[in-house]
């Protein structure tokens, strides 16, 4: 198949890794006889730099013509002071929006080879294979702001729709995996979380009755996930929720670098990432994990390209890279690692048609 990928460096580390996620879809390319136009564009930080804009109108035309965007991470020191006038942030949050990809699914599995390096007891993390489904195009990020010297607020507010359709993709997952859902909420103060447990539950009950429904605590879901995290399947949670309980999932298997992501929304087109930053005090050091982007390069190819054995080729890769032994520092504990290039490198080798 043809297909047109926008391709996101940003900043920091970002442009290291998303190098590495290029190499294993145009590796992919070459075994399964498709054809990827690749379109590089300045994103966040250095676009800022470059264009006195986060997201230029030439980036967003050429993300909204592709049928998927590779990105790295964007953001740093540079563009953090707290009179800051234009964020990198600022242009990631307006291109979610803008794509409408209102849904980021997060999944993280525990590689077996990794069980023993990550903080928690091996046999708490052993066999955890979760996916968050993070709502991500509203809520307190996208609420008005305001702010005078001494005063600041920033609004959360949620509409049906909106949770509806989120509770719809993770009710899909969730039929297609283990059925179980675990929503998290704070409905025991928030009134944009009464509604989402009322949405989430008539949503579940009327279109996917097969599917067991829990809700949560979002504070006692930040303690359950370390406690006993094979427990979970599905989680579906509002965008700052699942912002913060999907770093700390993450550390489940073993590095922050190891997660990719994929936002998606009601067409084909979605946004792939992996769920790190953009990691400055590493930047340009060639020490990245580049896992997180290259699995976020098998999301794309399975959730917008509809390419599943091309998606499991790469994750298969990933896996036996992982099972003989390839750590970059994040993952080392203090043993042998290799580079951002040579992890790529060796995983890409190992890239195989089925
Ligand atoms: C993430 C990041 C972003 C977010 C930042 C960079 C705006 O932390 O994708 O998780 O909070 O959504
Ligand atoms: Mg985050």
Not at 188 to 206: A, Y
């Amino acid at each position: 198949m043809k297909a047109k990928i926008t391709v996101l460096g940003g900043d920091g580390i970002g442009p290291e890794v998303t190098r590495e996620g290029v190499r294993a879809l145009q590796r992919v390319a070459q075994l399964f006889g498709h054809e990827f136009a690749m379109d590089e564009r300045d994103f966040g930080g250095i676009a800022i730099d470059k264009h006195g804009d986060p997201l230029p109108a030439d980036t967003l035309a050429s993300c909204l013509a592709s049928d998927a965007i590779l990105l790295g991470a964007i953001g740093g020191p540079k563009w953090s002071a707290p009179d800051a006038k234009l964020r990198p942030e600022t242009g990631l949050l307006r291109l979610r929006r803008e794509l409408g990809v209102y849904a980021n699914l997060r999944p993280v599995a525990v590689h077996p080879a990794l069980a023993d390096s990550t903080t928690l007891k091996a046999e708490v993390v052993r066999g955890v294979d979760l996916i968050f489904v993070r709502e991500l195009t509203g809520g307190i990020y996208f609420g008005a702001k305001t702010r005078t010297a001494t005063d600041a607020s920033d609004l959360c507010s949620y509409s049906a729709m909106e949770i509806e359709r989120v509770t719809r993709v993770a009710g899909r997952l969730a039929q297609a995996r283990r059925r179980k859902l675990t929503s998290i909420d704070k409905s025991n103060v928030l009134d944009t979380s009464r509604l989402w447990r009322e949405v989430v539950t008539r949503v579940m009950k009327s279109e996917f009755p097969d599917v067991a429904v829990e809700h949560i605590l979002v504070d006692a879901a930040a303690m359950h996930l370390i406690r006993r995290p094979s427990d979970f399947d599905v989680m579906v949670t509002e965008n700052m929720f699942g912002d913060i309980l999907t770093d700390e999932a993450s550390m489940l298997a073993g590095s922050l670098g190891l997660s990719p992501s994929a936002s998606i929304g009601d067409g084909k087109r979605g946004l792939y990432e992996p769920i790190h930053g953009s990691a400055p005090d590493i930047a340009g050091k060639g020490i990245a994990n580049p896992v997180g982007t290259i699995l976020s390069a098998a999301l794309l190819l399975r959730h917008s390209l509809g390419l599943e054995a091309e998606a499991r080729a790469i994750e298969a890769a990933v896996a036996s890279a992982l099972e003989q032994g390839l750590r970059t520092a994040d993952i080392a504990a203090g043993g042998k690692s290799v580079s951002t290039a040579d992890a790529g490198a060796t995983i890409i080798a190992l890239i195989a048609r089925g």
